[in-house]
């Protein structure tokens, strides 16, 4: 009857409150299938606690990504063996010192380092999305980590670019476990009515890894030291890999019982589990969803890729330390701001909505009402001269953009059913990346070359306006997601807004399993009755369905 819809906040009927995101008792099967266990490890991983190590594996994850932005001259020039390099050269300035090279990595080959990661996490999270379903959470967290520890620790030793080149496609399919798996699990722990901060705190990692990144490598860079980064990152994983390994996250001996659940109240096939989760490309507004994240990360993910060398080039800073740093620094406050702000601003506005209806359309609202405040901001900023106005305005419009992680990304898990989250945030990594920094490193290295190369200002700011150009559809496709939204809310009349057989089949109860005998024979829910009378009997059946939970 309707689209594919996320998990329920909780929900009050008469004197009657319930925690929606609590396991219910199958009446089909007498089964509780996602009770946790009572061990050592369940007492010990306290929600709190798997929420603080999942965060910080973010802030690693993403010091990775943008590590490689920081020591890009020295990609550019100390990993170009076996690649083919123009003739004649390059002129590497750094810190007001001016080398020569005999071979250097051109823009265009410099942006694929960054694809390719994006690459190899588009490659591993449909695949990784998929045995979710099956295997533990906690050993699939385990194993992927140790394969990223592993391709950072080549990343930071070889020379040759297409040993780089594996490597870092290497890592991004062992980061992709972990973003497939981290967000819709926080979701799930999350307090009902503070779902908007936990998403925040997690996605605090984006601001602060990339902050990390992008400082670190600079001053490693400076120092003649850039590899040395890479192996911290590694050897600094490995602790929270083994944790990740004893953590109750996603057991495999609940999924097995979930799945037996299922199998007893709906018969289904194997073909049909795996059509099953085709139905979120047809569910509109998650689609609406994802396109505008694309176009979004083209933006983001190119800008921040080239900023140290935007900064240089256009005459803010030639000192690569400073700009980096600096750049760091204005990233991190402004990543942290946006990112509490924009979970702070998603609670304020969605109290009291359903996240599947209100509650998305307000996160869809909220999300191109900040992008398009930002867009200006960063138009004006890319032709700003003076650091100190430079650095203002981008402050500005970065924390305004980066509110839209948390927002954006609680949007697209409201949209879809809590069994298809993983899936759905693996579908929506693959597309976001690959129509959107995939694309945008190696078109903005391009456009730059073709512009008047990487020592002309005036290259870079147009380089920058194909990144920022990015915001336009962006604004148009999250704005036509909130009318979409609003438009299905409107159609649901009271009775489907008093659905029991919807809510039921998000608590766990299949349609077709046997019903609760506790509600279902004292309600006449027969739809040749009158409007009124069926509104009647729904809301009570429906007050009786969540008592007898």
């Not at 990223?148 to 990343?155: F, K, S």
């Not at 100190?388 to 305004?400: K, P, S």
């Not at 078109?443 to 200002?457: E, F, L, P, T, Y």
């Amino acid at each position: 009857m309707v689209e594919a819809l996320p998990p329920m906040n909780p929900t009050t009927t008469g004197h009657v409150t319930k925690d929606m995101s609590q396991p219910l008792m199958n009446p089909a099967t007498n089964h509780q299938p996602s009770a946790p266990s009572q061990d050592w490890r369940s007492r010990l991983y306290t929600p709190k606690l798997l929420l603080w190590m999942l965060s910080i594996i973010n802030v690693l994850n993403y010091c990775d990504r943008y590590l490689i932005t920081g020591v890009l001259d020295d990609l550019q020039s100390g990993s170009t063996d076996g690649a083919n390099v123009p003739a004649g050269g390059c002129n590497i300035t750094s810190n007001g010192t001016t080398r020569h090279f005999d071979r250097c990595l051109t823009s265009s080959q410099q942006g694929l380092i960054a694809s390719i990661f994006m690459i190899g996490f588009l490659v591993g999270s449909p695949i990784f999305a998929i045995l979710v379903k099956w295997c533990s959470s906690a050993k699939l967290l385990f194993c992927s980590l140790l394969l990223w520890c592993g391709a950072v620790l080549l990343t930071g030793s070889t020379s040759n670019y297409y040993v780089l080149l594996c490597a870092r496609g290497l890592s991004g399919i062992g980061e992709a476990a972990f973003g497939c798996i981290a967000p819709p699990f926080i979701n799930k722990i999350a307090p009902p009515d503070r779902k908007g901060v936990w998403l925040a705190i997690y996605f605090c990692g984006v601001p602060i890894g990339s902050a990390l990144g992008i400082g670190s490598g600079g001053f490693a860079s400076a120092a003649g030291a850039w590899r040395v980064p890479f192996f911290v990152e590694a050897c600094a994983m490995v602790p929270l890999a083994l944790l990740c390994y004893w953590s109750p996250i996603g057991r495999r001996s609940e999924k097995r019982a979930a799945r037996i659940a299922a199998t007893t109240a709906v018969h289904e096939s194997t073909m049909d589990k795996l059509l099953n989760h085709l139905t979120v490309f047809r569910n509109s507004r998650y689609m609406l969803m994802v396109f505008g994240y694309a176009a979004f990360t083209w933006c983001i993910g190119g800008l921040v890729l080239w900023s140290i060398k935007f900064i240089q080039n256009v005459g803010i800073q030639s000192n690569k330390t400073s700009a980096s740093f600096t750049m760091g620094g204005i990233t991190a406050v402004a990543g942290l701001l946006g990112t509490v702000l924009g979970g702070t601003v998603l609670d304020k506005f969605s109290a009291g909505k359903d996240p599947r209806f209100g509650g998305y359309v307000v996160a869809a609202k909220l999300s191109a009402g900040f992008v398009a405040v930002g867009l200006p901001l960063l138009v004006v900023t890319t032709e700003l001269t003076n650091p100190i106005a430079f650095y203002a305005v981008l402050f500005l419009g970065l924390t305004d953009l980066l509110t839209i992680t948390t927002i954006a990304n609680a949007a697209l898990m409201w949209c879809t059913e809590p069994h298809l989250q993983e899936f759905a945030m693996a579908m929506c990594t693959v597309t976001t990346h690959l129509c959107g920094d995939v694309i945008s490193n190696v078109v903005m290295g391009a456009v730059c070359d073709a512009a008047g190369g990487q020592h002309s200002a005036r290259a870079w700011r147009w380089s920058f306006y194909s990144g920022e150009a990015g915001l336009v559809p962006c604004i148009a496709l999250w704005g036509m997601a909130a009318v979409v939204g609003q438009k299905y809310v409107d159609s649901r009349t009271p009775v489907d807004r008093m659905d029991v057989s919807d809510d039921l089949k998000f608590l766990g109860i299949r349609e077709g399993s046997e019903p609760s005998s506790s509600f279902s024979s004292s309600y006449d829910l027969d739809d040749n009755l009158d409007e009124n009378t069926k509104l009647q009997n729904l809301s009570e059946a429906k007050e009786q369905a969540y008592a007898c939970v």
